[in-house]
């Protein structure tokens, strides 16, 4: 994908152990980079991998990493004690004693290195970067320059990765399977004659979103690369998609902004998980997505 838009780059592969050794001994692995890209804005391995990578004064850059970035960026949650982290570790001190002690040594050589950790993002989200960072908005503009077709009749629904999604908010997964096939039957009643696909998220390995698909005329379409690219390379421009909770609901809004975009969330009211989704939805809803409740009963 890289090579086909003209993109530079290089592959490193690097364990925690070796990333902290060049750390230690003040070596690269390769020729200091200025600007290095990392996706994983909470992995102090990822960033000790990065900063090993980079050149004095270099900037390690952040990329946006699904929907988990609004809160990161809108409660500034970068640093050593992550909120984030803390919901899923509590307060397990070995985890946090680990932590500390890679995060003071990467600290160290970023100090010495003059490199900047905490203060480049690379995002779709840019109002959210907090003042004293620096954002490079990524408005997708590449992608929107090829688009050279009008919107379509089609209804493209993007679907989620249930299991993950049942796990975090505690609903029973059939129950789910049952509340969303009703949903695809309402949204294809609701587009009679239009063409209407699915396409799963990657991480979404069961059979039975496929079977719903088959039982009510949907094409269910997986696919092994990026939406947004896999829309801009065979011309799929749909008038309306739906999709649960998905960050590729802003990037094709940003991409389509004449198409009607819809995002579910679905849970309980009370739920950790449920707050965090209702987060996201009331950000979509300032882009122009609108909001829809899946009611569990």
């Known amino acids: 994908m890289l090579e086909e838009y003209g993109i530079p780059y290089t592959l490193i592969y690097i364990d925690e152990i070796t990333a902290s050794k060049y750390l230690s001994e003040g070596k690269r692995p390769v020729p200091g980079y200025q600007r290095v890209f990392l996706g994983d804005v909470f992995s102090v391995e990822m960033k000790m991998v990065a900063a090993s990578c980079a050149a004095d004064g270099a900037a ?3 990329l946006d990493d699904g929907n988990s970035m609004i809160q990161t960026l809108k409660h500034n949650d970068t640093g050593l004690f992550s909120k984030r982290l ?3 570790n509590g307060f397990n001190w070995r985890f946090w004693r680990h932590r500390a002690t890679r995060y003071l040594k990467l600290s160290k050589y970023c100090f010495q290195h003059k490199l900047f950790i905490h203060q480049n993002f690379f995002t779709i989200f840019p109002d959210l970067v907090p003042s004293k960072a620096y954002s490079y908005s990524n408005r997708l503009n590449l992608l929107r320059s090829r688009y050279n077709c009008g919107l ?5 629904f993007i679907g989620c990765p249930v299991r993950i999604l049942c796990g975090r908010t505690g609903i029973d997964e059939n129950l789910l399977y049952s509340k969303l096939a009703q949903k695809l039957a309402d949204i294809k009643a609701e587009y009679p004659g239009c063409r209407m696909m699915y396409i799963p998220h990657g991480r979404e ?3 039975r979103a496929d079977e719903i698909c088959k039982s009510l005329g949907i094409e269910y379409r997986p696919i092994s690369e990026a939406i947004e690219f896999y829309a801009v ?6 008038c309306c998609i739906y999709g649960i909770n998905s960050t590729a609901l802003l990037t094709l809004k ?4 004449q198409a009607n975009v819809t995002n579910i969330i679905v849970g309980e009211k009370g739920n950790a998980f449920h707050h965090f989704l209702e987060e996201v939805a009331d950000y979509y809803s300032t882009k122009g997505i609108a909001k829809e409740v899946l009611h569990i009963d």
């Open 233 to 238: 390379r065979n011309h799929i421009a749909p």
């Open 60 to 62: 390690l850059v952040y």
């Open 254 to 257: 940003t991409i389509l902004p």
């Open 86 to 88: 803390f919901q899923i």
């Open 152 to 156: 379509s009749n089609d209804v493209m």
């Open 205 to 207: 390995s069961d059979e």
